[in-house]
């Protein structure tokens, strides 16, 4: 069974940090690029970070986590993690892990379009 599971998330003051898990099952999840997504209430889901499959790793970010967020994956584990830094309130969403449609290496984009497959979702919360 395919499955997409992230975990990590938590409530935090402004400035902590948490890092999420997604671990999948079911397929390799070293061969597909993988993305993380967030989407905060009354708002549409954007693109926060990806990593590419294959051996020469390209990750992207959106602007608004530049510097503050980091993506790294481990094939052993089947996982991939987002390392969440200097969190502020406007961080505030679901975050989601999703699989990029077809194994493409050393590649990966932030818009959702070619992610086809998708986990439940981590609720992250930053307030003081």
């Known amino acids: 069974q395919l499955q997409l599971v992230e975990s990590g998330g938590g409530s935090v003051q402004p400035g902590g940090s948490l890092r999420l898990s997604c671990t999948a099952s079911?397929?390799?999840?070293?061969?597909?690029?993988i993305g993380w997504f967030r989407q905060a209430p009354g708002k549409e889901r954007e693109g926060v970070s990806c990593?590419?499959?294959?051996?020469?790793?390209?990750?992207n970010y959106a602007d608004s986590v530049k510097g503050r967020f980091a993506i790294s994956r481990d094939n052993a584990k089947n996982t991939v993690y987002l390392q969440m830094n200097g969190l502020n309130p406007e961080d505030t969403a679901v975050y989601y892990c999703?699989?990029?449609?077809?194994?493409?290496?050393?590649?990966?984009?932030?818009?959702?379009?070619?992610?086809?497959?998708w986990g439940q979702g981590t609720q992250v919360t930053v307030s003081s």
């Open positions: 990593i590419s499959s294959g051996g020469g790793i390209v990750a």
């Open positions: 079911g397929f390799s999840l070293g061969s597909y690029s």
């Open positions: 999703a699989r990029h449609w077809r194994p493409v290496p050393d590649f990966c984009t932030i818009t959702k379009g070619p992610y086809n497959f």
